[in-house]
């Protein structure tokens, strides 16, 4: 597909996990259900890692 498809497809893996880290953040901190706010606890470090992974696939196709 091209350069400009991976970038684009790149930045916004970056940009949907950054909004993922939020969410699972405010609510492990903030949430009114115990057992979901451990389960946002609990996603906090994979989906960090993803969004990790994320930006070094952005970087490789030259995204900024």
Not at 3 to 30: E, I, K
Not at 36 to 60: D, G, K, N, T, W
């Amino acid at each position: 597909r091209g350069a400009a498809f991976d970038q684009t497809y790149a930045r916004q893996q970056v940009l949907a996990h950054q909004q993922a880290m939020v969410v699972q953040q405010s609510y492990a901190a903030t949430g009114s259900e115990p057992a979901i706010r451990q389960a946002a606890r609990s996603a906090v470090p994979i989906i960090r890692r993803h969004l990790e992974v994320a930006q070094q696939v952005r970087a490789s196709v030259g995204e900024r």
